[in-house]
């Protein structure tokens, strides 16, 4: 079954920056656009950003100009960089490819507080 592997969370403050990481089990996600989700306490799932099979990104209004989404075929992967970060980005944050019947990874927290 394909997978999903999300890391790179952590705990930081207010301005500072992270780069998290979705690996995939299997190259195929290569033909495919990623997204990277997230979901605070209490609230919906959300879409942060993604990028196409040819690498067009496209970001969410609120972490436009902050975060920048990236992908790596050779090795199965997609970041996210994460600059400027505000206790609003307090998350935890999820890879997938978009309406798809992928299974959820676990996830990686990210922390933003003073």
């Known amino acids: 079954q394909v997978q999903l592997v999300e890391s790179g969370g952590g705990s930081v403050q207010p301005g500072g920056s992270l780069t998290l990481t979705c690996t995939a089990s299997?190259?195929?996600?290569?033909?495919?656009?990623m997204a990277w989700y997230r979901q605070a306490p209490g609230k919906q799932r959300e879409l942060v950003a993604d990028i196409s099979s040819s690498g067009r990104p496209t970001i969410r209004d609120s972490v436009k100009g902050r975060f920048t989404i990236s992908r790596d075929g050779a090795k199965k992967t997609v970041y996210l960089q994460m600059n400027s970060l505000k206790p609003d980005d307090t998350a935890v944050y999820y890879c997938n490819r978009p309406n798809s019947m992928v299974p959820w990874g676990q996830g990686t927290q990210v922390t933003v507080s003073s």
């Open positions: 299997d190259k195929i996600f290569n033909i495919y656009t």
